[in-house]
């Protein structure tokens, strides 16, 4: 069974996904292996960057792949940034709702997921 976000992709384009721009390979300390790579950014101010496709009122990601609520999936899963870290699905752990997960999905025409969507051999990665 797959995740329930690899038939999701919703958060992808719903939000404005922002960040600290030391979280791009852009800053020479950080490892290009788990670094978000800066070519996918663009600038918001001094400090933050935000992913290419999210800051506008119809946001989609533009490394978001695949259909939303089909089969989706992130071009960058293991350089994904904290905000994408972050956001957990509903009951992923079987009983934290998640607002965010809900909202995207409802604007998406998803209904919002329970702890059944959730199976043990669910995987995330693409
Ligand atoms: S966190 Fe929620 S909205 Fe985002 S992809 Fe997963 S199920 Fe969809
Ligand atoms: S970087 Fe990946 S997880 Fe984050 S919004 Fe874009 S497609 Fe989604």
């Known amino acids: 069974m797959l995740h329930p976000c ?4 919703a958060c992808c384009a719903t939000f404005r996904v922002a960040f600290h721009w030391l979280e791009t390979i ?4 950080t490892e290009d292996t788990q670094a978000v790579p800066v070519e996918w950014t663009q600038k918001l101010d001094p400090h933050r960057v935000a992913m290419r496709g999210t800051d506008c009122p119809e946001p989609r990601c533009e490394l978001l792949q695949g259909s ?6 992130c071009g ?3 350089q994904r940034p904290s905000p994408c870290r972050d956001l957990k699905p509903s009951f992923e752990d079987g009983k934290t709702h998640s ?9 998406h ?3 919002p997921l329970t702890a059944a969507d959730f ?8």
């Open 99 to 107: 607002p965010q997960c809900d909202k995207a999905r409802h604007r």
């Open 109 to 111: 025409g998803l209904t």
């Open 68 to 73: 939303i609520g089909d089969h989706a999936w």
């Open 6 to 9: 690899l038939r999701c992709g």
């Open 76 to 78: 960058i899963y293991e």
């Open 119 to 126: 199976a043990t051999d669910s995987k995330v990665e693409a």
């Open 26 to 29: 852009a800053h020479p300390t």
